[in-house]
């Protein structure tokens, strides 16, 4: 099945290990055939992999972009999913958890990003919860 891909002017991506950036125009592109394709968007550098959620990405990531050290990024992977678990209690994000893990089993590493980056808005939530504000709001009642 084709993926047409539409492009901002200079927008980069990384097609099958190399990276390529469009022009001075929106362009579109059509992949007739199976290729390993993420937009700059969706690209995290290693130094970028600074929450627990980001720590997961990046290994899928890796594993997407460079088959060939899958074991060393599997491993990596294994252990920061495994650390992320233990922390989590909240059952939707442990059955996140679980599908992303099983994505990562069948090679569906794309499809594993982007439920990891539902994992990023769980993360943030929490990271910005405020009971302080929320206790002076609690005050106004």
């Known amino acids: 099945m084709p993926l047409k891909l539409s492009l901002k002017p200079g927008e980069k991506f990384v097609l099958n290990g190399a990276v390529l950036a469009n022009g001075d125009k929106r362009i579109s592109l059509v992949l007739q055939n199976k290729a390993c394709v993420l937009r700059e ?3 995290l ?3 970028d992999a600074t929450t627990p959620a980001r720590r997961i990405y990046l290994p899928i990531m890796m594993m997407y972009l460079d088959a060939e050290n899958f074991e060393e990024y599997y491993t990596e992977f294994a252990l920061r999913m495994t650390e992320f678990m233990g922390a989590i209690q909240t059952r939707a ?3 996140s958890c679980i ?3 099983r994505d990562v089993a069948n090679g569906a590493y794309y499809k594993a990003l982007m439920g990891c980056r539902k994992l990023f808005e769980f993360e943030q939530e929490r990271l910005s919860y ?3 504000g929320l206790q002076e709001h609690a005050a106004h009642y």
Do not use: F, G, N, R
């Open 130 to 132: 405020d009971p302080a």
């Open 45 to 47: 550098q290693p130094a």
């Open 41 to 43: 968007k969706d690209i």
């Open 99 to 101: 599908e992303i893990s």
């Open 93 to 95: 994000v442990l059955a």
